[in-house]
């Protein structure tokens, strides 16, 4: 079993910067492809950003609507995931989650094995 725990969430004006954090704990392997999501109120989750290491080194995957701003990295030694967001914008709002799952197809079309609760960005115009 594994357990995803984010913190790092809050309010911040339009053009600044937050970054997220993701304690990984359990059973897990650093080969797993490793995510976030947010969700908009009123609006479907959807995924950010996805990170998956591998034997000829690290693939990454962004949202067109992220690109350029956000970045994922991770420091799966100390069981750490990570989501800097910089030039945010109001429409980044919402409830930000970690995901993790053994397979990069499962966790890019959102049918992650592992999720973490979430925790609330909100961007202020």
């Known amino acids: 079993q594994v357990e995803m725990v984010e913190s790092g969430g809050g309010v911040v004006q339009t053009g600044g910067s937050l970054r997220l954090s993701c304690t990984v704990s359990?059973?897990?392997?650093?080969?797993?492809?490793w995510g976030w999501f947010r969700q908009a109120p009123g609006k479907e989750r959807e995924g950010v950003a996805f990170?998956?290491?591998?034997?000829?080194?690290?693939?990454?995957r962004y949202d067109d609507s992220v690109r350029g701003r956000f970045t994922i990295s991770s420091d799966l030694a100390n069981g750490t995931l990570y989501l800097q967001m910089n030039s945010l914008k109001p429409e980044d709002t919402g409830s930000y989650y970690c995901?993790?799952?053994?397979?990069?197809?499962?966790?890019?079309?959102?049918?992650?094995?592992?999720w973490g609760q979430g925790t609330q960005v909100i961007v202020s115009s």
């Open positions: 995901a993790a799952d053994p397979q990069w197809v499962a966790l890019t079309t959102g049918s992650a094995k592992y």
């Open positions: 359990g059973k897990w392997n650093v080969d797993y492809a």
């Open positions: 990170l998956k290491e591998s034997w000829s080194g690290k693939v990454y």
